[in-house]
């Protein structure tokens, strides 16, 4: 049983922590009872299973999921996931944190999320892609540049957009093929996708956190930093923070945990990562085990792998000044009371890894108007956003005495609630 899946008796499932949370703002804000019932539960939750052709002749059958949680401020959006442990309760929370995602940006979508149950790991590219296509299609016009816009997320990457986009454009009519290129984000740039889209929440992360920074007077010149994961977020922080002489003291993934006082090489590791799958083995630094990576003497500390991960187990270990949710549910809601009591800070993962979203934002309106942005343009653009939702998360923490996670919420929560007022509940 992975540390994910293990729960103690009073252990809240994914869903219902991510429900909790809803719930504390909800309290706060004094939110209008109906809007509090629709938000509780997504939209649509929609759950394929479709055959796919192995390259031994064989088939087998997947599970597919499209959680569409809420659209009342534009299409619904959110990556797409493959991992062994994707499951219904999963990707509803993950769905509803994308709806909180794009209100508190203020981009104009809703929350969704989608995911097929296997490990990409154990396939081929054809295998991969035939998946994909399959999925793609089994999904029909559930998704599309107005109605529901999928990206990456864990196991899924810009090949996987450029399939999706690619099955989706054949299956409409020949005239529209170039019109729908905004079905997903995540593109590769050759495929229409955006300038800095790549790195975009490793570099939104890191833009937030320097905000902090500022705000208590901390350098990140010489800081010490944990990460767990390194994959497209974790490897993108590391990188963006050793260039501002932050050092990445230790890093754990699910091949196993590595560290170095000294700092390991984020470039390095992350060549490292590509070739061998994880960073167990990477000798620029010692082989420790998951309980002295969490005891990390690190100022910085960054989920950026699976959900509930910082629980009443490892919260009391960690030593951290900060805690940036590059994640999406990192902690569930006894880790982050514990991390309260220490006096931890916490930027959470609606704000904190909201640079993705934002710069699939930018790619689709690039689409849509046929134009190219420079990466100088585009982390402009994403610096001024994820500062603007920073202040507004800190100023509403100040003015209602609540952690910023509450306060994030606050302002994602009155902005859709808001719109519900003004357009009323159909019928
Ligand atoms: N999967 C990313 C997330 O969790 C990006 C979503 C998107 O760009 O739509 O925020």
Redesign the pocket.
Known sequence: MSARTKKGPSALSVFEVAQAQLDRAAHVLRLDSSVHAILSQPKNELIVNFPVRMDDGSYRLFKGYRIQHNNIMGPF?????FHTEVHLDEVKA?AS??TW?SALLEVP?GGA?GGIKFDPREHSRAELERITRRFTHSLGSNIGPDYD??????GTNAQTMVWMMDTYMNSGSRELKNAVRGVV??KSLTSGGSRGREK??GQGLVFVLQEWAKDRGFSLDGATVAIQGFGNVGSHAARILGRLGASVVAVQDHTGAVANPEGLHPKRLAEYVNRTGGVAGYDHGVAIDREAFFAAEADIFIPAALEMQITADTAPLMKSKVVVEGA?GPMDIDGEEILRSKGVDVLPDVLA??G??T???FEWLQNRRAETWSLDDVDKRLHGMMIAAYRTMRRLAIEHSVDNRTAAYCHALSRIQTVYLERGIFP
Do not use: C, E, H, Q
């Open positions: 959006k959110g990556g797409v996931r993950l944190w994308m995602k979508f999320k816009i999928p990206a990456p997320d864990m984000t995540g975009a929440t999406n890894n909201a993705g979203v710069v699939s934002y």
